[in-house]
């Protein structure tokens, strides 16, 4: 996920690009860049870390013209550096390009253009689209992105600028947001609103497949394939925090729904084609292991803290049942102390989102001083944690900014189930048809996440009918019980009602005391195979007076119904893969939950997004 801005008008740009990456910066801020027309030819300017950074390189040096782009940048593909920011040109430095997503095939297009003369610098797939355009450019600029694009596969929303045509800009957009800013005598390019609210409230919000030609007076809109289309201007009556948040009253709530978007975005380039027909695989280029190594494994230790440790806890089930070997969980404050056993066999996985918990960043270097090799799953490229880890898998949430983790999480998941099935395949612990199976089901999780989100307004009612009580319990079994794990936190964090997560077998070895009449119980009962221990379980409960709300399959309501009080129904998968979907409503609940009793959702008391203290 990063930003990119652009202008055209009449008015110096460098100062108007400045101000729209300011507003995307959430987008994230391992660099940033702009490239502006100053009259002869395209001047680039580019710095790794914040904004500051670029505009202090800016005071000695400013860019005067009246067409330019930006970027600001989230690292995909390269680590953060001046030479990895964007905009990116091709070696005539004629052509320049700032890029939002992935070109999934940017290895093989690269490959192409190199056989051709054209030189890389960068470590990134966007270098790979200015080459491309200049390549296929014929003196008509329109033309040369309509070709690009064609041989393009994965997410880009894209701005493009050639000193050849400078007084027109090109926007192209493909499964990365884009809008187009409507000015009088100059238009605006925006990854979203904020970016450009400043200057106009008159957008066009671009479709998948649709780019725009910017000059100065106007606006032409078309297909990438080049049909003209028309679209109605959208008027922004928001104010700028709301439009930061799209819309949506919180950044959680936004998070929450950006998960569709964030699972599509982590699987992306990672699931491909198999050799059989029909067959799909994973490919993770970014871990270095041999496959004799991968091989060679004997056991493994996960290492994570509060969210990212119940992401672990799911990432267990998921390399034992796929993968067959042995795996344990610690909470990272724990785990450097415990003395863990390391021999030249465990592989050591790190989770984190931010990559900078300093108990987590600690568990990697004690166990990297035991000589484990140390895999990370992160969100952040260039944190600590993907510095210091020998192989590391970036997911692709982009950047989370209400401290109560929900994408990063979920994104955690899929990383994870992508492992196991890597490790799988690499150990032949599965077989190809099972690998196939699972990533099929993993490929229509986006679209049960958003049929699950089109049902908030009962989640919400249930969250206002649970904030009456002082106390409440989750329970489930298996990978159930993880998610109860997760739930119980979320719910903790940001509403502040006491609530306990149990393994609902282990509930009448103690816990069982504190069931009375009223007390809620959320029950997930999710996994085939223990559906009639857990239903037993939620009768013990039922049995002294709980009120249980069941987080079910879809097609066992009827049967599930006469125990529970209320029910929410997850739409079919496997049982592997069912925490992807059964802890949206818990992460509902918990909003609702604190958005009914008016606490500040996104920062919650006493907690901090990152953890840097130990
Ligand atoms: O950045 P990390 O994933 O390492 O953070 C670990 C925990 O502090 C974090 O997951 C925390 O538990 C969440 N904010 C809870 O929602």
Not at 135 to 148: F, K, P, R, S, T
Not at 559 to 565: A, L, P, R
Request: net charge negative.
């Amino acid at each position: 996920m990063c930003g990119i801005v652009g202008y055209i008008g009449s008015r110096d740009s460098q100062g108007i690009l400045l101000e729209g990456l300011k507003k995307l910066e959430y987008r994230g801020y391992d660099s940033a860049g702009i490239a502006v027309f100053d009259g002869r030819k395209l001047e680039v300017r580019k710095s790794q870390g914040r904004l500051a950074n670029l505009e202090e390189k800016l005071d000695g040096q400013p860019l005067r013209g009246y067409v330019g782009i930006g970027h600001t940048r989230w690292a995909t593909h390269g680590k953060p550096s001046d030479v990895n920011s964007h905009p990116h040109t091709d070696n005539s430095s004629k052509f320049s390009v700032v890029h939002n997503g992935i070109i999934e095939n940017y290895l093989e297009l690269k490959a192409q253009l190199a056989a051709k003369g054209h030189q890389f610098v960068s470590e990134t797939d966007t270098e790979v689209i200015s080459h491309l355009v200049a390549d296929l450019y014929q003196g008509d600029i329109v033309q040369a992105v309509q070709a690009a694009v064609r041989q393009m596969r994965g997410a880009f929303a894209l701005a493009v600028l050639t000193e050849y045509e400078p007084d027109r800009l090109i926007a192209v957009r493909y499964a990365s947001p884009l809008v187009i800013g409507i000015g009088n005598g100059e238009n605006f390019i925006g990854s979203d609103i904020p970016a450009i609210l400043e200057h106009t409230r008159d957008v066009y919000i671009l479709n998948d497949g649709e780019m725009a030609i910017l000059t100065s007076n106007g606006v032409e809109l078309l297909t990438t394939d080049g049909n003209n289309i028309s679209k109605e201007i959208f008027h922004v009556d928001w104010d700028l925090l709301t439009a930061e948040k799209a819309g949506f009253d919180h950044f959680m709530l936004k998070e929450i729904y950006e998960q569709p978007r964030a699972y599509r975005d982590t699987m992306m380039g990672r699931v491909i084609e198999g050799t059989e027909e029909g067959s799909l695989k994973v490919q993770l280029p970014e871990i270095g292991m041999t496959d004799e190594q991968l091989r060679a494994i004997r056991n493994i230790h996960i290492v994570a803290c509060g969210t990212a440790h119940h992401a672990a806890l799911i990432g267990k089930a998921v390399l034992e049942s796929l993968a067959r070997i042995p795996v344990e969980t610690d909470v990272a404050s724990e785990y450097r102390y415990r003395n863990p056993i390391i021999t030249p066999e465990t592989l050591v996985i790190v989770v984190s989102q931010s990559g900078e918990t300093a108990d987590t960043l600690a568990a990697l270097r004690e166990a990297k001083r035991c000589g484990a090799r140390v895999l990370a799953i992160t969100n952040v490229v260039g944190s600590s944690v993907s510095r210091e880890a020998d192989d590391v898998i970036i997911t692709q949430a982009g950047p989370e900014i209400a401290v109560a983790s929900t994408k990063a999480y979920t994104s955690q998941l899929i990383a994870f189930y992508l492992l196991g099935l890597y490790m799988a395949d690499k150990r032949g612990a599965c077989e190809q048809a099972q690998i196939t199976m699972v990533l099929q089901a993993m490929q229509q999780l986006p679209e049960q996440v958003e049929a699950i989100l089109s049902q908030a307004n009962v989640l919400k009612q249930t969250a206002q009918a649970l904030v009456k009580h002082q106390s409440l319990f989750f329970i489930g079994r298996g990978v159930d019980y993880a998610v109860a794990q997760e739930g119980s936190l979320k719910l903790k964090e940001i509403s502040y009602i006491h609530s306990e997560a149990y393994a609902a077998g282990e509930l009448k070895h103690g816990t069982l005391a504190l069931i009375e009449e009223g007390v809620p119980v959320i029950a997930l009962i999710t996994q085939d195979e223990l559906y009639e221990k857990t239903l037993s379980n939620i009768k013990e409960v039922t049995a002294r007076g709980a009120y249980v709300f069941g987080v079910i399959n879809s097609g066992q309501e009827s049967e599930i119904s006469q125990s529970v009080d209320e029910l929410f129904a997850i739409p079919q998968t496997l049982p592997l893969l069912t925490p992807a979907l059964s802890v949206i409503p818990l992460q509902l609940i918990s909003y609702y939950a604190s958005l009914a009793l008016g606490n500040d959702v996104d920062k919650p008391r006493n907690l901090a997004k990152s953890v840097t203290v130990e």
